[in-house]
């Protein structure tokens, strides 16, 4: 069995590459001819890297959908074996196709690898390239997502945080880390600012939201456990900027990138945040600029910031206001990343090692 190359968690495309060897893939094939090991052997880490499902999410498919059976060790910890993280494999790539974990979990393996492969000729079909993650995130099935993003906000406009809770757990079990945070994050805190706007929704509802939120997100960023030699990510939010449940899915993000995540929080001086880098010896920033788009302040952080960082430093900015800093923030050579997907690439191409070019 060939060991997944770029095994980082969320990273590697669908689990072509876990295939053996003698397994062509140009269209890429989900049936694997070589019969997998039952024998369980892995432990729940494991699964995590080679899958990029999280511990969390693979608990809860394993208790509410039996997905899989795994051994225990005579300390009770759960053992996986080959054959079971080929099927979380597929189970994965059928969510990011748009499938439920409802309609999939209980397919046998032929089934699901089936269904993966009409998914990748299908894609295949329409010209359309293989859904890059990015595109993959970025369309969870619509009457799916909308529930999800109702469900939440009927329990925000009630002010009941269990019931938020309650509401975000359940998208989080039905939908993949990048169709969460597009699909139903992203455009849940949009109408909750829209709702707020109207005066349908006070400042003591976004509170309530705001709080469960950032102990959702962050959560959810301890089931992702990256390599001890992986590369660090630092998030922060500069001095005057305090919205920070972006950030929070920023970080959540560069987890399920495999990298290592220091999260320092809104409202923190450029000087901090660039000692902050140089400590930890931190291999990439990301910079969250959401509100106020006019702080005449901000241009002269970020000078001060790329100062205190060198040159080098990948400094990747995000934000609804961040387009309002375009000049400054092209000034100090950052680069500006619209969404998880677009992150996630900027991060999986930071770690990607640039090709050695032959010696002429
Ligand atoms: C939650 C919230 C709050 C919370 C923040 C809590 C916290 N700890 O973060 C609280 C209640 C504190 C708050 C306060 C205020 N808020 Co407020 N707030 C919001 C709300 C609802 C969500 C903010 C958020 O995190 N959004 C996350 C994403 C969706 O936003 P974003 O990062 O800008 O997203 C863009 C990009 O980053 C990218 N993107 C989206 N998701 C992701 C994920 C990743 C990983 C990446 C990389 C990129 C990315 O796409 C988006 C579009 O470009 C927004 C509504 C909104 N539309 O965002 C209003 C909003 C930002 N707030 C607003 C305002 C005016 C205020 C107050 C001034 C209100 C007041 N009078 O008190 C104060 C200011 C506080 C301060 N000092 O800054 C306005 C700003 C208007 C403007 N001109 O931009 C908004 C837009 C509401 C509205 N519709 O008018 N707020």
Known sequence: MRAAASATPGASPPFVESLPDNVQV????????????????????????????????????????????????????????????????????????????????GLANDELAALVDDDRREAFATARPPLPRAAAAASPPEDLRVRHVAACLAAIRELDAPRLEAALDEARLALS??????????????????????????????????????SFLGGMRGTFLAASNAPLLLVALPAGQHHELSALMAALAGAAEGWRVTYLGPDLPADDIAAAVRQAGARALALGIVFPPDDPELPAQL????????????LLVFGGSAPAYVAAVDAVGAETVTGVGPLRNALGRLRRPLPSLPIR
Not at 58 to 64: D, G, M, P, Y
Not at 180 to 208: D, N, Q, S
């Open 26 to 105: 140009p269209g890429g094939r989900a049936v694997s001819d070589e019969p997998l090991s039952d024998e369980p052997r892995h432990p729940i880490q494991v699964v995590v890297r080679r899958t990029g499902v999280s511990q969390d999410l693979l608990r809860a498919w394993e208790k509410r959908y039996a997905a899989v059976v795994p051994g225990r060790t005579p300390g009770s910890h759960r053992l996986y074996s080959d054959a079971d993280i080929h099927r979380l494999g597929l189970i994965r790539e059928a969510l990011d196709g748009g499938r439920r974990i409802g309609q999939v979990a």
């Open 177 to 214: 880390l990048p169709h969460l945070l597009e699909g139903v994050i992203g455009p849940l805190l949009e109408e909750i600012g829209e709702a707020w706007r109207r005066g349908e929704l006070r400042p003591y509802h976004e509170h309530m939201a705001s709080a469960a939120l950032r």
């Open 303 to 314: 000078e001060r910031l790329r100062r205190g960082v060198g040159p080098e430093l990948p």
